[in-house]
């Protein structure tokens, strides 16, 4: 579960966490054993007896053990681990469940860094406030959400078990067909109409009510913000990509594509506020492959939830949608099935505000959407040309380009020097990036 936007930046610091094993020589086993126990104090009796009882719905229990297992996965922002709690139920029968938990980093240097984005705080927020959802009435997103059974801020976060539920996450090199684009599509519909049924009961937006958890996480624009430089270096890395991929200097209006294509990519800075013209939601804001995870229901259906809310944030439906689409298709899919799907979208966000008991005419017209999805199409032409440097690269190849003398110049100056340097050894790299600066090329051919 993999963050895309968070990929791009956790990589410098677990640098000072590779070099500081290197020069300690400590063995993994050993550094995974201090971490399971250090991580172990962290969830108390108390949180073990409030996670059952959210689990089995009453306090007839008796605890027998908790253990708790790392899960190698790489986490970006947080270690991972699989909690596994035996107990006797009110019958006397045992039974043990598994859940999930990501829990802050263990190095100082990934946890400030975690800290200072506000990225595990963001997430522990938004469940909590899916949560006051639910309390209202508004609870279909349950099916499209791990169940949430703790959050304790910067500490840890105690999710559903999906992969012992049978969901399998998504290839990220591999892109979708259309069936499953709008399985995906179906979900997200789901999601974002229960922030509109919820506003609609409490007669008042989200941003109003919680806005300092809204708060900007990956595209934050104050000058200090701890990733503001990292961003500067991907749109660096787009404006070299045009050479790179010999794409002409000159648009068919005239214009300069470079200074076009720069524009652009700085409107992005302003595409993640809330929108001041058209209805915005909870949006998930990281919807790619690694953040989706599938499986077939009782009725053989693919089915879908979301995980990883690092990036939440209040904007537009359509900003999710069309960074989804454009995150995991092909230009040719784009071409032939976009705005069919977009339609198709939108029926599904009718079909759950409907559920929901909300009027899809009053709150968020065709028309209106759809004139949103051409403004978020800037968000997710830049977006996607950003994350793609990084994200498909190998996970092999993206750790040898962090242990190279170059690599604050690869990563904070300029990430075209990467892309040049690694775009002719992997031809689908190669393909998904240039066909990246082929929409950001169309998109300036327009303006």
Same mark, same amino acid.
């Given at each position: 579960?993999?963050?895309?936007a968070?990929l791009?930046?956790?990589?410098?610091?677990?640098?000072?966490?590779?070099?500081?094993?290197?020069?300690?020589?400590?063995?993994?086993?050993?550094?995974?054993?201090?971490?399971a126990t250090?991580?172990?104090?962290?969830i108390?009796?108390?949180d073990?007896n409030m996670?059952?009882?959210?689990?089995?719905?009453?306090?007839?229990?008796?605890?027998?053990?908790?253990?708790?297992?790392p899960?190698?996965?790489?986490g970006?922002?947080?270690s991972?681990?699989?909690l596994?709690?035996?107990?006797?139920d009110?019958?006397g029968?045992?039974s043990?469940?598994?859940?999930?938990?990501?829990?802050?980093?263990t190095?100082?240097?990934q946890a400030?860094?975690?800290?200072?984005?506000?990225?595990?705080?963001k997430e522990?927020?938004?469940?909590?406030?899916?949560?006051?959802? #639910?309390?209202?009435? +508004?609870? !279909?997103?349950t099916?499209?959400?791990?169940?949430?059974?703790?959050?304790k &801020?910067? *500490?840890?976060?105690i999710l559903?078990?999906l992969a012992?539920e049978?969901?399998?996450?998504?290839?990220?090199?591999?892109?979708?067909?259309?069936?499953t684009v709008l399985?995906v599509?179906?979900?997200?519909a789901n999601f974002?109409?229960?922030?509109?049924?919820?506003?609609?009961k409490?007669g008042?937006?989200i941003?109003?009510?919680?806005?300092?958890?809204?708060?900007?996480?990956?595209f934050?624009?104050?000058?200090?913000?701890?990733n503001?430089?990292?961003?500067e270096?991907?749109?660096a890395?787009?404006?070299?990509?045009?050479?790179?991929?010999?794409?002409?200097?000159?648009?068919?209006?005239?214009?300069?594509?470079k200074?076009v294509a720069?524009?652009?990519c700085?409107?992005?800075?302003?595409?993640?506020?809330?929108?001041? #013209?058209?209805?915005? +939601?909870? !949006?998930h804001g990281?919807?790619w492959s690694?953040?989706?995870l599938?499986? &077939?229901? *009782?009725?053989?259906?693919?089915?879908?939830?979301?995980?990883?809310?690092?990036?939440?944030?209040?904007?537009?439906?359509s900003?999710?949608?069309?960074?989804?689409?454009f995150?995991?298709?092909?230009?040719?899919?784009?071409?032939?099935?976009?705005?069919?799907?977009l339609g198709?979208?939108y029926?599904?966000?009718?079909?759950y505000?409907k559920?929901?008991g909300?009027?899809?005419?009053?709150?968020l017209?065709?028309?209106?959407?759809?004139?949103s999805c051409?403004?978020?199409?800037?968000?997710?032409?830049?977006?996607?040309?950003?994350?793609?440097q990084?994200?498909?690269?190998?996970?092999?190849?993206?750790?040898?380009?962090?242990?190279?003398?170059n690599?604050?110049t690869?990563?904070?100056?300029?990430r075209?020097?990467?892309?040049?340097?690694?775009?002719?050894?992997?031809?689908?790299?190669?393909?998904?990036?240039?066909?990246?600066?082929?929409?950001?090329?169309?998109y300036c051919e327009?303006?």
């Amino acid at each position: 579960m993999k963050s895309s936007a968070f990929l791009i930046t956790q990589i410098l610091i677990n640098l000072v966490s590779l070099q500081s094993t290197k020069q300690h020589g400590q063995p993994q086993d050993k550094m995974e054993d201090k971490e399971a126990t250090f991580h172990a104090e962290q969830i108390s009796d108390e949180d073990i007896n409030m996670i059952l009882q959210r689990y089995t719905g009453g306090s007839e229990f008796v605890v027998i053990r908790k253990t708790l297992k790392p899960l190698k996965t790489p986490g970006m922002l947080g270690s991972y681990a699989t909690l596994e709690i035996s107990f006797l139920d009110s019958k006397g029968a045992e039974s043990t469940q598994s859940f999930f938990v990501k829990f802050l980093p263990t190095i100082d240097s990934q946890a400030d860094f975690a800290k200072g984005i506000g990225a595990f705080t963001k997430e522990v927020f938004v469940y909590e406030l899916l949560e006051r959802f #639910q309390k209202e009435g +508004v609870s !279909t997103v349950t099916n499209v959400v791990p169940k949430f059974y703790l959050g304790k &801020a910067n *500490e840890c976060l105690i999710l559903e078990h999906l992969a012992v539920e049978g969901y399998k996450t998504l290839d990220k090199h591999s892109v979708l067909d259309y069936d499953t684009v709008l399985t995906v599509l179906n979900a997200l519909a789901n999601f974002h109409a229960n922030t509109i049924a919820f506003e609609e009961k409490q007669g008042d937006s989200i941003l109003n009510t919680y806005g300092p958890g809204l708060v900007e996480t990956y595209f934050a624009d104050d000058d200090d913000f701890i990733n503001k430089r990292g961003i500067e270096a991907s749109i660096a890395g787009i404006i070299r990509e045009i050479d790179i991929f010999q794409f002409p200097i000159k648009l068919n209006s005239g214009k300069n594509f470079k200074e076009v294509a720069k524009d652009v990519c700085y409107q992005i800075w302003n595409l993640v506020k809330p929108s001041k #013209q058209y209805r915005n +939601v909870l !949006t998930h804001g990281d919807i790619w492959s690694s953040n989706i995870l599938m499986k &077939a229901d *009782e009725n053989r259906r693919n089915v879908c939830k979301f995980v990883d809310y690092q990036q939440s944030r209040y904007t537009p439906p359509s900003q999710d949608v069309l960074a989804f689409i454009f995150f995991t298709t092909t230009r040719s899919f784009r071409a032939k099935h976009l705005y069919e799907v977009l339609g198709v979208y939108y029926s599904y966000l009718e079909k759950y505000l409907k559920v929901l008991g909300v009027d899809p005419k009053k709150v968020l017209p065709f028309s209106e959407f759809m004139d949103s999805c051409e403004e978020q199409k800037a968000f997710a032409i830049v977006a996607t040309a950003i994350y793609f440097q990084i994200i498909l690269l190998e996970d092999g190849v993206f750790d040898e380009y962090c242990n190279r003398e170059n690599r604050d110049t690869l990563f904070l100056e300029d990430r075209g020097l990467l892309v040049e340097d690694y775009v002719e050894k992997d031809l689908k790299y190669k393909s998904r990036l240039r066909d990246s600066i082929q929409d950001l090329k169309d998109y300036c051919e327009l303006l």
